[in-house]
T-cell receptor, first 117, second 112 residues
């Protein structure tokens, strides 16, 4: 149980392109989803917290107009990297929590490796 | 800001050895969670500790939450090659928002 599907796994595109990444909870309803960025050999950096039906809460230093997050249903959140540039190349990973409350574990997707040429 | 530090960052052991890795928070935590990320994979939830001084075991892994709820440890006995990966601790600062603060991880390699 508690499977999170993230799509696509890999994206290679030209500078200036916008890229949409989907995060789905397959067998549970996720009231809260999280988007992280992970640099090579480093930890998970929280970008934003997404709650179903409301605006995402972005971490300090994360541009909300650059990284658009939509959480329109209890099973789907999307992250759109707008006008991506080479410095946006990274590993993006989402996680979902199935019940409200801090004592629930986060279930992670497989991640999306984004390469901007 | 709130920080969670893990030591060591890298651990290389011989198969069969025991070792302990530590997680220290700059602030008191409501809970602490441990995740394991295999090479090329995503983090997988291992366990959660909530109570002060709590100890939980999963086969060869023993997790402990400090009395002050500011630190935690993971002890692995008789390390196996299947234990290879990066272990992250993550805590929720007490009185703060719901988000988890992740440590930088401890990368474990095992010599067979």
């Amino acid at each position: 149980g508690a499977v999170v599907s993230q799509h696509p796994s890999w994206v290679i595109c030209k500078s200036g392109t916008s890229v949409k990444i989907e995060c789905r909870s397959l067998d549970f309803q996720a009231t809260t989803m999280f988007w992280y960025r992970q640099f090579p050999k480093q930890s998970l950096m929280l970008m934003a917290t997404s709650n179903e039906g409301s605006k995402a809460t972005y971490e300090q230093g994360v541009e909300k107009d650059k990284f658009l997050i939509n959480h329109a249903s209890l099973t789907l959140s999307t992250l759109t990297v707008t006008s991506a540039h080479p410095e946006d190349s990274s590993f993006y990973i989402c996680s979902a929590r199935d019940l409200q409350g801090v004592y629930q574990p986060q279930h992670f997707g497989d991640g999306t490796r984004l390469s901007i040429l | 800001g709130q920080q969670v530090m893990q030591i060591p960052q890298y651990q290389h052991v011989q198969e069969g050895e025991d070792f302990t890795t530590y997680c220290n928070s700059s602030t008191t935590l409501s809970n602490i969670q441990w995740y394991k990320q295999r090479p090329g994979g995503h983090p997988v939830f291992l366990i959660q500790l909530v109570k002060s001084g709590e100890v939980k075991k999963q086969k060869r892994l023993t997790f402990q939450f400090g009395e002050a709820k500011k630190n935690s440890s993971l002890h692995i006995t008789a390390t196996q090659t299947t234990d290879v990966g990066t272990y992250f601790c993550a805590g929720t600062p007490k009185g703060g928002s719901e988000k988890l603060v992740f440590g930088k991880g401890m990368k474990l390699t095992v010599n067979p």
